[in-house]
């Protein structure tokens, strides 16, 4: 230490001042330097502490990605930046260039699903795109290859990561646009109609919903087997467009009395009854099912009545349903069944089973029996419009979400319409009023000026005649 170095030195100088204890013995160091000595310099230790930790780390890469902040209407569903995701062992990492909007996204928003996902959370359960890296222990996957993913939650962002289990390979002649379009819809048509139905050809299909993306599926998968005839039932304002597709057989009005309308074209009924409503509609739909007929309910969008969830809702299609007895069952010679590909694949270990079914779609689309209807093609920023759309029953076919698509150009809504011309009027009133005191202003400087010109003339004659005087006093004097 610098205190036992320096006492020697002290002795030997009688005419410095002995240090005290607690004092510096060097009259020239300063606490501050002899700290510095001990530990270095500040410059030195900021070198070592910025070499310890090594190189500046970058911040976190982003991506745009469709949030949903809180149950409820489409405010909670937001566009937001979120650190990319990291890649974990058996998963696959994704580069999204499409997605499909399902129904049960809006039932997800709404919190209408048993086990939803806390929030904040990613929305989507279905894109298509190219593999950007693979996790560890990946094998079927390689970097490049164009792929369709059925995460749960999470689909609709510009990156995402998949367990390798629920990534399929899709033909290299399919679109992604295509491959998002069929992966959803067209295994749930697939296992309802074949698997479950076990449709055969002369049978009878009543459809509900026929006009959206899992009703197109089914009216095109059933025409793959002969002799099959097809009752759809849909909102009026498709019946023209369906009507241009010739798929199906009789189109039928939602809402309206159908099955007297059944009954009149089929009086012993029908095959088969592929429900997605639930409610009310289940009791309507089994009356008009025939001796060995089944009826299978793969959805129950009648809970969705409007843009936040309604218990009452929930509780009135749960209330209108009639309890079937299995004895009733017995003596009618009738079926029901039901289907959630949701809890197949991701509660019940279905994942070999559903990607059977997808080969199976692919090699349908690969033999051109099968084409996907696409209504419609949305930016991320307009998922709102596009769920409007959804839930007002107007698409034709599957919506769709690209993530490198331009959003549309927003309107002006008439409030900030109105604003505008507001501030505009009060703008050109206040530029009035100042232009106006300009020209005042201007005015009171010309009369100044003129009053100051009138004053000097009349002084001049003064001052003229004051030396007029001056002069002649003078010669008098």
């Not at 609709?156 to 959803?184: C, G, N, R």
């Not at 139905?197 to 049978?203: E, L």
């Not at 698509?405 to 409030?415: C, F, L, S, V």
Request: negative net charge.
């Amino acid at each position: 230490m610098t205190e036992t170095t320096e006492a020697p030195a002290a002795a030997t100088q009688p005419d410095k001042k002995t240090p005290t204890e607690g004092t510096n013995p060097d009259a020239s160091s300063t606490p501050n330097e002899e700290q510095q000595a001990a530990n270095g310099s500040p410059e030195k230790k900021a070198a070592t502490e910025e070499k310890d930790a090594g190189p500046p780390q970058e911040p976190p890469k982003e991506m745009r990605a469709v949030v949903l902040t809180g149950f409820g209407g489409f405010k909670g569903v937001k566009i937001l930046k979120k650190p990319e995701p990291s890649l974990q062992a058996g998963e696959v990492l994704i580069r999204v260039r499409s997605c499909g909007l399902n129904f049960q996204d809006l039932m997800v928003r709404l919190g209408a699903i048993d086990s939803p996902p806390k929030t904040p959370c990613i929305l989507g359960l279905e894109c298509a795109g190219e593999v950007e890296a693979v996790g560890e222990g990946v094998e079927n996957f390689k970097v490049g290859d164009r792929v369709v993913a059925l995460p749960e939650f999470k689909a609709w962002a510009e990156l995402v990561t998949v367990p390798a289990k629920y990534v399929y390979h899709i033909p290299d002649e399919m679109s992604f646009a295509d491959a998002a379009a069929i992966a959803i819809n067209y295994i749930v048509a697939y296992i309802i109609l074949f698997d479950l139905a076990s449709i055969k050809p002369g049978k009878s299909v009543l459809l509900h919903s026929a006009g959206g993306g899992v009703g197109q599926a089914i009216v095109q998968l059933a025409r793959t087997v002969p002799n099959v005839q097809v009752f759809g039932v849909c909102s009026k304002n498709k019946h023209e467009a369906l009507k241009a597709g010739g798929l199906i057989d009789h189109l039928l009005e939602r809402g309206s009395d159908y099955t007297n309308e059944v009954r009149k074209l089929s009086p012993e009924g029908v095959d088969i009854v592929l429900d997605c409503l639930c409610g009310e509609e289940c009791n309507r739909s089994y009356t008009l099912l025939k001796p060995m007929g089944k009826y299978i309910l793969y959805g129950s969008s009648n809970v969705v009545t409007g843009e936040t969830k309604s218990f009452f809702s929930v509780a009135r299609s749960w209330w209108q349903v009639d309890k079937v007895s299995p004895i009733k069952l017995f003596d009618e010679n009738k079926s029901l069944a039901g289907f959630n590909l949701r809890h197949l694949m991701y509660q019940q270990d279905g994942v070999e089973y559903v990607k059977n079914t997808m080969t199976a779609v692919f090699d349908l689309w690969k033999g051109g029996k099968i084409k996907p209807t696409i209504d419609s093609t949305w930016a991320l920023e307009d998922v709102a419009e596009a769920m409007q759309k959804m839930h007002d029953r107007k698409n034709i076919g599957k919506l769709i979400l690209d993530p490198a698509m331009e959003p549309k150009p927003k309107p002006a809504t008439p409030a900030k319409g109105k604003a505008k011309a507001k501030k505009e009027a009060s703008e050109e009133k206040n530029g009035e009023k100042e232009k106006k005191a300009e020209t005042e202003g201007e005015k009171k400087e010309e009369a100044n000026d003129k009053e100051a010109t009138e004053g000097e003339a009349a002084a001049k004659p003064a001052e003229k005649e004051n030396g007029e005087a001056t002069e002649s006093e003078k010669q008098s004097s």
